[in-house]
């Protein structure tokens, strides 16, 4: 499983937050590291990344696994 670090980068990259993700990456390393893995690739655009399906995948295991934050039966787990 990813761990919460990975998760808040795929998080950023999937919704195209480049700002945040430079936040949360500055020197871009573990971006790379994502890519080695197979969870992103590169972009239409330089300087962004494109999450992929085993990222997408990764996303959702390491959300169903932590659901804090998300509403189960309109109960919200925090």
Known sequence: MISAEDFALLSHWS???RIGADVADPDGTAAAR?????YLTPGAVAGYWRVTRAGQAARTEYTRAHPAGRLVGRIRLD
């Open 15 to 17: 919704h195209c937050d």
């Open 34 to 38: 994502l890519a080695e893995s197979g």
